[in-house]
C-alpha cells in the first residue's frame, strides 16, 4: 500500500490554492487553437463555500465526542502483539476486558479513527478512566503509519477510582487528515515478567477532543485525493508502429478528439470517440479513440471536450531510460554492501547495511545471511519473493536475449548479462538461506518489529532474526536453483553446479517432511508473512525445474534423477488444488511456462494450461473498458498482477502459433499501458516517469530523502482498503480508484522487488 474529491478548506485563500493544486503537478490541461491562448482564472465563485460545521479548527469544535451511552464501543479497533483483550460496553463505558498483558506496552491496543489533526492549533483533549487493579495505561494521539510516533501521549496511573484525565496540547506537526487514537494497555515497564497481572477490566468514557484556540492553525489544505483528469494516455508514450489507444471519461461518446503537436501547437490528428459505455471498476462512462496513425516521433497531447491529456512523446526510444530504473532500483536495493552513489544517485545510496550474523529464531544459534534484496519499502528479505523476482529476470533473459552489460551495476562490463549479474546477487545470499543440515531453506530474516519510516538501511540496528524454515520457500528455492543450473552452466560452471546441488537437497526436504501448512509468523515476530498455506504450486515449480536441469544433464545434474521429478510432474499437472500464477502465492505458471518451451512429454499439456489461462484473461479484458481483467476486484498490489498478467500474455505469444500470437501480444501491451497511464485515475505508477505519478510512496529511503526513488512500481488500487490511511482517503472510491499517494498507505503505495520483476519483463518483451 492510495474524482474529483471535496479537499479540506480553512479559508478563501485555501479554495483558490487547490483549485491550482488539484492534481497535485500543477498541471491544468492544454487546450486547441483560440482556446490554447486562453489562461485559467480562479475567481471567488469557483471558491468552495465555508461550512463551520464541516471546519477541523472552528472555535470550541469537538473534533471527537464518545461517551457510548448507545450501548456500543464506537467503533474501537483492536490491536494485539502478544497480548490478549476484549471490547464490551458496560453501564455506557467502554469495557476493555485485559486476558494477558503481553510483553509490550502496546501488546494490548485499543483505538479510534477518523478525525484530523491541524497544524498550529490548540486542542484540549480528555477521558475518563479507571481499572479494577492499580497500573499505568499509555494514552496517544499517533501518527498512523511510519513509525507510529505520538503527536501527543504519555503514560499515566490508573486505579479503582475514576481519574478524570485532561491535558492541553498544541499540534505541532504538519496537518494529519487520518491519525490515530490509541489506549496501550500492554506490559508496563513497572511490571513483573514472572507475575504478570491476572485478567483485568479498564474502563474508559467520555472521549473527547475539542478545538481550543486555532488562531495559530495552519491553513494549508489538509492532504486528499487530487482531482483526475478524464484524459488517460501511456504517459511514457508510444513506438512508432504501436497501437495507440486514448481513454476518455465521457457521458457522450463519438465526440471528437485531437491529437496536438505539444512543441508547435499545431494539430497532428482528429479522430472521433467510440461510444461511450459503463465501467463498473471506477463507476464512470468510458469512451476510446484510437490514434494509431500517428507515427511521425514528437511530443504530444490530447484535447477533447471531456479535458485533455498528459503528455507523452512517440518514438522507438521511449522505455528506454524507464527500463534501466526499472533494473537499477534492484541495485539500490542491495543489502549487505555499500551501494555507490555513481549508480544508486546521491540520496538513495547507502553504506554497508545488515551485515552482522542473524540469530535462528528460537535458538542461540547465529548465521551469515547478509546479502540479497531489501525486499520492499522495510528492509527485510524474503525467499519467496526473491524467488518470483529472480523467475521473471531469467525469464525476461532467456526469452528476449537480454544481454546488456552496460545497465550500470558495479559489474557492468564483466562479459555476464546485467540481468544475470543482478540475479546472482540475491541467488548468493539465497544459498546462506539453506540450513546445511536438513536441505530445508528459512523463509525469511527481518528485525522483530518494522523499524520507524525515515530509517535508512545502515540505521537499522536491530538483531536480525531469522524465521524458520518453510516449504513455501524451500519449493521456490529449489525451482531457482535448478534454473539456475541451467542459465549460469556455460557462465560459470562451478556456480551452476552448486546451485543445482543446492535444489536437489531442498528437494530431499520437501520430500521427507510433507508438510504442506505453510509459513505463520512466530510469537512476536511481527514483519512481512507471506503465508500461503497451499504449497502444491511450490512443490510442482520445484519438481519441474529440477526435471528440466536433470534432462538436460546441466551442471552437476544426472539425467538418471528425471524420473522422479517426471512422476511428481504427472501427478500434480491435473490436479485442481494446483494454482497457476506468477505471484509469490501463486507460482506453477512458472513450470508451465518452462515445461510449454521444452521439447519434453509435457509440453504439449503444458502448452495448453498456459494458452487456456492467458485465454481467459483476455476475455476478461475484453468486457473492461481499460481493457484489464480484474473485474471490480482490485487488491493489495493489484499492479504487480496487471504486470504479471501482461508477463503471462507476452509468455503466451511465444508458444501460440503465428495466427494467435499478435492477439496475445496485443493484449499484453495494454498492461503495460494501464501502468504507465492508461487507467481510471490517469496516473504513471512507476516513480519518476510520467508528468503525474506517484512522489510520497511507503519505502524507508524514499522518506528519509525527502523525495521518491526512481523507477519504482507501486501496488496500486485496493478496493478492500487495507490500511488505516486509505480507509480514510478511499472510503467512498470506486473499486479501480481506491488508491492514495502517501508513505502511510502501505497497501496501495508501497514498493517491492517483486513488483518491479515483471515490468521488467514486459519492458523486455517491447524491446528494451
Excluded at 417 to 422: N, T, V
Excluded at 448 to 475: H, L, Q, Y
Amino acid at each position: 500500500m492510495k474524482k474529483a474529491s471535496a479537499k479540506i478548506v480553512m479559508s478563501a485563500l485555501l479554495a483558490s490554492v487547490l483549485l491550482v493544486q488539484g492534481c497535485g503537478t500543477g498541471y491544468k490541461g492544454r487546450m486547441v487553437g483560440k482556446d490554447a491562448e486562453k489562461k485559467a482564472a480562479t475567481t471567488a465563485d469557483n471558491a468552495p463555500k465555508i461550512d463551520d460545521s464541516n471546519n477541523p479548527i472552528a472555535q470550541g469544535k469537538k473534533i471527537i465526542d464518545l461517551n457510548f451511552d448507545d450501548g456500543g464501543t464506537s467503533s474501537f479497533g483492536s490491536f494485539t502483539e502478544g497480548g490478549e483483550f476484549y471490547l464490551a460496553n458496560k453501564d455506557g463505558m467502554l469495557d476493555v476486558k485485559i486476558v494477558n498483558v503481553g510483553y509490550l506496552d502496546y501488546s494490548n491496543q485499543a483505538f479510534w479513527e477518523g478525525f484530523p489533526l491541524v497544524e498550529g492549533c490548540e486542542y484540549t483533549y480528555s477521558f475518563d478512566i479507571k481499572s479494577d487493579i492499580e497500573r499505568k495505561v499509555e494514552y496517544r494521539l499517533q501518527i498512523n503509519g511510519g513509525d507510529y510516533h505520538a503527536y501527543k501521549g504519555e503514560y499515566i496511573k490508573v486505579g479503582t477510582e475514576v481519574t478524570n484525565f485532561k491535558v492541553d496540547f498544541v499540534m505541532k506537526e504538519k496537518s494529519d487528515p487520518a491519525p490515530r487514537l490509541v489506549f496501550n494497555m500492554g506490559f508496563m515497564d513497572d511490571m513483573d515478567k514472572s507475575n504478570k497481572p491476572s485478567e483485568h477490566h479498564i474502563y474508559i468514557d467520555n472521549i473527547c477532543l475539542q478545538v481550543k484556540d486555532n488562531t495559530n492553525a495552519k491553513a494549508p489544505e489538509i492532504e486528499a485525493l487530487p482531482s483526475y483528469l478524464n484524459v488517460a494516455v501511456n504517459q511514457l508514450g508510444y513506438r512508432i508502429n504501436d497501437e495507440k489507444t486514448v481513454f476518455v471519461k465521457t457521458e457522450k461518446g463519438k465526440e471528437d478528439f485531437f491529437v496536438v503537436n505539444a512543441e508547435t501547437g499545431k494539430i497532428a490528428w482528429q479522430g472521433k470517440l467510440s461510444e461511450t459505455a459503463d465501467d463498473p471498476a471506477s463507476k464512470s462512462k468510458v469512451a476510446r479513440g484510437d490514434f494509431s496513425g500517428v507515427n511521425q516521433p514528437g511530443t504530444y497531447y490530447i484535447y477533447t471536450e471531456a479535458g485533455s491529456s498528459y503528455t507523452f512523446r512517440i518514438g522507438d526510444d521511449v522505455y528506454a531510460d524507464l527500463y534501466k530504473d526499472v533494473v537499477l532500483m534492484l541495485y539500490r536495493q542491495r543489502c549487505g554492501v555499500a551501494t555507490d552513489k555513481a549508480i544508486a544517485g546521491e540520496d538513495f545510496a547507502h553504506e554497508a547495511c545488515h551485515t552482522g550474523e542473524a540469530k535462528i529464531f528460537g535458538t542461540d544459534k547465529k548465521k551469515d545471511v547478509s546479502g540479497g534484496w531489501h525486499d520492499a519499502g522495510d528492509y527485510g528479505r524474503y525467499v519467496v519473493s526473491g524467488a518470483k523476482t529472480v523467475a521473471d529476470l531469467f525469464a525476461a533473459y532467456e526469452d528476449y536475449g537480454v544481454k546488456a552489460d552496460n545497465l550500470g551495476v558495479p559489474e557492468s562490463g564483466n562479459g555476464t548479462p546485467d540481468l544475470l549479474d543482478e540475479a546472482r546477487f540475491e541467488l548468493d545470499w539465497m544459498l546462506k538461506m539453506q540450513d546445511d543440515e536438513t536441505g530445508g531453506v528459512y523463509h525469511k530474516v527481518t528485525g522483530m518489529t518494522f523499524p520507524g519510516m525515515s530509517a535508512t538501511p545502515e540505521k537499522e540496528t536491530a538483531e536480525m532474526v531469522i524465521a524458520p524454515v518453510s516449504t513455501t520457500a524451500t519449493g521456490d528455492f529449489a525451482a531457482v536453483m535448478a534454473r539456475a543450473a541451467i542459465i549460469y552452466k556455460d557462465i560459470d560452471a562451478a556456480f551452476a553446479a552448486k546451485a543445482y546441488e543446492a535444489a536437489a537437497k531442498a528437494w530431499k526436504y520437501i520430500a521427507d517432511n510433507n508438510d504442506t501448512t505453510g509459513f505463520k509468523n512466530p510469537e512476536g515476530m511481527d514483519t512481512g508473512e507471506y503465508p500461503d498455506a497451499n504449497t502444491l504450486d511450490e512443490r510442482f515449480w520445484a519438481a519441474a525445474e529440477l526435471y528440466l536441469a536433470a534432462n538436460i544433464e546441466a551442471a552437476g545434474a544426472k539425467k538418471a534423477d528425471a524420473d522422479t521429478y517426471a512422476a511428481f510432474i504427472k501427478k500434480t499437472m491435473s490436479d485442481s488444488n494446483l494454482k497457476l500464477g506468477l505471484g509469490w502465492t501463486d507460482m506453477a505458471m512458472y513450470a508451465v511456462y518452462d515445461l510449454a518451451k521444452s521439447s519434453t512429454e509435457f509440453s504439449a499439456d503444458a502448452k495448453k494450461l498456459l494458452l487456456a489461462e492467458a485465454d481467459k484473461l483476455i476475455s476478461a479484458a475484453s468486457g473492461d473498458r481499460y481493457y484489464q481483467s480484474l473485474g471490480t476486484n482490485y487488491y493489495w498490489g493489484s499492479n504487480m498482477d496487471i504486470a504479471s498478467n501482461g508477463e503471462l500474455l507476452y509468455m503466451a505469444a511465444r508458444v501460440a502459433d503465428e495466427k494467435a500470437a499478435p492477439n496475445y501480444k496485443k493484449a499484453a501491451s495494454k498492461n503495460l499501458d494501464y501502468l504507465l497511464g492508461t487507467n481510471a485515475m490517469g496516473y504513471s505508477f512507476v516513480t519518476g516517469y510520467g508528468e503525474f505519478s506517484p512522489k510520497k510512496v511507503h519505502h524507508r529511503p524514499s522518506v528519509a530523502a525527502g523525495k521518491a526513488m526512481p523507477g519504482m512500481l507501486v501496488g496500486g488500487a485496493d478496493n478492500a482498503l487495507e490500511d488505516d490511511y486509505a480507509k480514510k482517503m478511499c472510503k467512498n472510491e470506486a473499486p479501480s480508484m481506491c488508491y492514495v499517494d502517501n508513505d502511510a498507505s502501505y497497501s496501495t503505495n508501497e514498493v517491492t522487488v517483486y513488483w518491479n520483476s515483471p515490468l521488467i519483463y514486459i519492458l523486455a518483451a517491447e524491446g528494451n
